[in-house]
């Protein structure tokens, strides 16, 4: 019986290279009998292609940029084929507009024609690692990738959702039932997206209510040239200077996110302390931007978009149907600019009342800041109006190892009902990390505004209506420190005003892990939270001490007390998985027994929580919330469980293999290999990892790893080219029957990568191929294609004669 282990042993060959130098076979000791002479071109050099184009993955200095077809061509000066680089994808990569007016003037470039860059195939993973030195690109930060690498993404369409229902039932009381919804929906369309918001109430008692409203549906587009977002439709005058303002019109705008990491600005962070499995409503002017539930204790709200601005109401609606309400002031980083570099936010419309009801005046409404030199920036801006005029001037300093500041000085002039008024608001901002210290200011303010300065707003208000509550002074200071295994967060916000009371709002947090004999990390959480309003003054505390016992369950103490009440309970969690929680409280409530329990699920496809309350002669309720996002593009649709507000978000296609985990386990392919990986953060490098330790069974992934910078709200796409199939041991013959030369290369003709070199007598192992699978082999100047057949056998011990024609 002939045998093939000799066979084998020289398949592996090729696979073998230790010099990057030409290599010359003499094919005498081949038996190579009627198939004439072996194509051994491609081992004369490693990672040799036959001429052609290829699909190949392009990774520029070691970073994953795009999936291209690629011309691979002859050159008689070197061993292997060369790429032939498009001349429109040289432009992408950033380089020094000399550098790029010195090229020849060709469709495509060779190598050699690109001094000092370099490229070279890797046909093991089918990628083209190019390299460009620093010295050659515009601008070089290992945290900041150009802009001409942005991907403004697919086209499609996307709903993110959030649903909560409630049911309630008071003693001596009739039950209430509500149900709430808050969502973005959106399409995008090439760089343009189009969103909008919609909110849903409904409230059955024995009144009843229900509402339903679309608002903020705007379209906007990045303009990475200069580094400027513009929006058209309902949306906020997110100002550096004015107070922010909720318009239907048009903004052209400078984005700060498109800039370098260390001039970006905050997130805002909202903290507080609920009494019960509670419902968290953050809005802005009357439009809700964020609705969660919590359960009872701090919670600490800090995935707001770093877009939003200005001062957010916060409503904690408790289950037995209490209500408190606060106010949070977001901050921003002072007003800097690079030297020699413009920012700017222009904008023109008419105010909303938050929905969809447009009032006057119209406005228009400009600022700028320039950079004087490397620590200096001029800025200003006005906004003109009929009957309002605003103008206001500014510096800022960078400090260095201090932090930095702005300060800024801005009058009004307005006429309402025959009266003039003329004010000043006089401001100072400041924000420093303590790198030493491990502790962060990341803000701190104050603003004074004489009686007679009116912002916009309280002109439009004014002007529907009366003047109220005009502002006098405010300052706010938010912080952190991190110190020895303890770590603490403050924030502060003291507002006064001419015509109304003063209110101010304190949160100070802290917490720590340590070990207690065999228990280990155990957490104690220490909060207070002070609210000051017109008619009330609150001062909540909270102590809590959790436990590990074994695996992953924890018990848990907690105590509050505030707002008339002394509440105590202990609670017991346990984690199943990294997905689902459930959690049992008891206790005392008001000097009445309470009894509650929380589950809280998280698939692929969305998040559930159920909770359920019993205080005894006082209430008892349940509730459920669901969230998630529906994504659907021409490449593949697919359900996640993290959508918000029509945020950036990326599409990742396995080709159809299933169950393929991304990112540590956190997202899982559906049947059709799509998943969804929300939160990549725009204008950021963001990398997608295949769990190369949990591949499906006869699962294979080459380029494990890919990353992309994605343009805000995109819908970003990325292959991975996986291998699922059977493994095959087959005999290639020609449509004469002649058995395919040695060396010949096969290629999958759907990806374009390789898949196996054809050894003696034709005979070829194939891996990851599924019946019926198209063929392509390629030797000196020609080709043959096999389709391989319905059914595959279900060994690779015996070849299997196939013929390629």
């Known amino acids: 019986m002939k045998t093939y282990s000799f066979y084998k042993w020289v398949l592996c060959v ?9 290599v010359e076979f003499n094919t005498e000791f081949l038996k190579i009998g009627e198939q004439g002479q072996a194509d051994l071109s491609q081992f004369s050099a490693p990672d040799r292609l036959a001429p052609g184009n290829y699909l190949v993955d392009i990774v520029v200095n070691n970073n994953y940029y795009k999936q291209q077809e690629i011309n691979f061509v002859e050159n008689t000066t070197h061993p292997q084929t060369q790429p032939c680089l498009p001349r429109s994808l040289i432009n992408t990569f950033g380089l020094k507009q000399e550098y790029i007016s010195s090229l020849p003037e060709h469709s495509c470039l060779m190598p050699a024609d690109l001094p000092g860059i370099t490229a070279r195939y890797y046909k093991n993973n089918g990628q083209l690692k190019i390299t460009v030195p620093q010295s050659l690109l515009e601008y070089y930060d290992k945290n900041y990738t150009p802009p001409e690498q942005w991907d403004n993404g697919i086209a499609g369409l996307m709903m993110d959702y959030r649903i909560i229902g409630n049911t309630r039932q008071n003693k001596h009381e009739d039950r209430v039932n509500s149900l709430s919804a808050f969502g973005t929906t959106g399409a995008n369309l090439g760089a343009w997206r189009f969103r909008g918001d919609y909110q849903f109430a409904n409230y059955s008692n024995n009144e009843g209510n229900q509402s339903l409203d679309f608002n903020n549906i705007h379209a906007f587009r990045p303009l990475p040239s200069i580094k400027s977002q513009l929006t058209l439709g309902q949306t906020y005058l997110t100002s550096d200077i004015f ?8 903004k052209l705008a400078s984005d700060e996110r498109m800039l370098p990491p260390s001039l970006r600005g905050y997130a805002p962070r909202i903290t507080g302390i609920a009494k019960t499995n509670a419902k968290v409503t953050v809005s802005q002017q009357g439009r809700t931007i ?60 008419k105010p909303t009342n938050g929905g969809n009801h447009v009032q006057n005046p119209f406005f228009t409404m400009g600022e700028i800041s320039y950079g004087l030199s490397s620590t200096w920036s001029a800025y200003g801006g ?25 300060l800024d000085v ?40 004489d009686k007679k300065f009116i912002s916009l707003s309280e002109f439009t208000h004014a002007s529907n209506g009366v003047l109220q509550r005009d502002n006098k002074q405010r300052y706010s200071l938010v912080t952190a420190k991190q110190f020895d295994g303890f770590s603490t967060y403050l924030s502060y916000t003291h507002d006064a005003y001419w015509n109304a009371k003063s209110s101010e709002r304190f949160d100070l947090s802290a917490s720590t892990l340590f070990d207690i004999e065999q228990f280990k990390n155990v957490s104690l959480n220490i909060s207070l939270s002070y609210n000051k309003d017109q008619d009330r003054n609150d001062l909540v505390s909270y102590l809590g001490i959790s436990i590990p016992l074994e695996g992953q369950t924890r018990v848990s103490y907690n105590q509050q007390t505030g707002r008339g009440r002394f509440d105590q309970t202990v609670s017991l969690r346990q984690n199943r998985g990294k997905d689902d929680y459930y959690q049992l409280t008891t206790g005392g409530q008001q000097n009445n027994a309470l009894v509650s329990g929380f589950y809280q699920h998280k698939s692929d496809a969305y998040q559930l929580g159920l909770s359920g309350s019993y205080v005894s002669d006082s209430y008892h309720s349940a509730s459920a919330n669901l969230s998630g996002s529906m994504v659907s593009t021409l490449h593949g649709s697919a359900l996640h469980s993290s959508g918000s507000s ?74 991975f080219e996986m291998n699922q199939g ?7 013959k020609d449509y004469r029957g002649v058995s395919v030369p040695f060396g010949a290369e096969v290629t999958n003709t759907q990806t374009g990568k390789a898949n196996a070199i054809v050894g003696e007598d034709g005979l070829t192992y194939l891996i990851g191929v599924k019946p019926e699978s198209q063929l392509k082999v ?14 595959l056998p279900d060994t690779v011990t015996t070849p299997q004669p196939i013929s390629c024609r």
């Open 726 to 732: 059977s493994k095959l041991l087959v005999l290639l």
């Open 646 to 719: 029509g945020n950036t978000r990326l599409l990742v296609d396995t080709h159809g293999v299933s169950d393929v985990t991304f990112n540590n386990g956190k997202n899982h392919t559906n049947s059709f290999g799509y998943s969804i990986i929300d939160g990549a953060p725009p204008y950021e490098n963001f990398e997608a990892r295949v769990d190369m330790n949990n591949l499906p069974a006869n699962a294979e992934a080459h380029a494990p790893i890919r990353s992309l910078v994605l343009t805000e709200g995109a819908i970003g796409y990325l292959p």
């Open 243 to 250: 107070d922010t303002l909720s318009y239907s019109g048009i």
């Open 778 to 791: 390629r030797w000196s100047d020609k080709s043959c294609t096999l389709v391989l057949p319905q059914v």
């Open 290 to 349: 964020y609705l969660t539930t919590v359960p009872p204790g701090p919670f600490n709200i800090q995935d707001l978009s770093s877009a939003v601005q200005g001062e957010l109401q916060i409503s904690v609606e408790e289950e037995d149907g209490s209500t408190s309400q606060f106010t949070v002031n977001t901050a921003s980083v002072p007003f800097l600019t690079r030297e020699g570099q413009i920012r700017y936010n222009t904008a023109m419309g």
């Open 410 to 449: 801005t009058q009004a002039r307005a006429t309402l009902e025959d009266q003039q008024y003329l004010g000043h608001s006089y401001r100072f901002n400041y924000a420093k990390r303590f790198d030493s210290l491990d502790a962060d200011i990341r803000f701190f303010g104050y603003r004074f505004s």
């Open 14 to 22: 090729p696979f073998f290279a230790f010099e990057a130098v030409g």
């Open 382 to 406: 006005t906004i003109l109006a009929n009957d309002y005029h605003s103008a206001a001037v500014g510096l800022g300093k960078d400090l260095y190892q201090f932090g930095a500041v702005s």
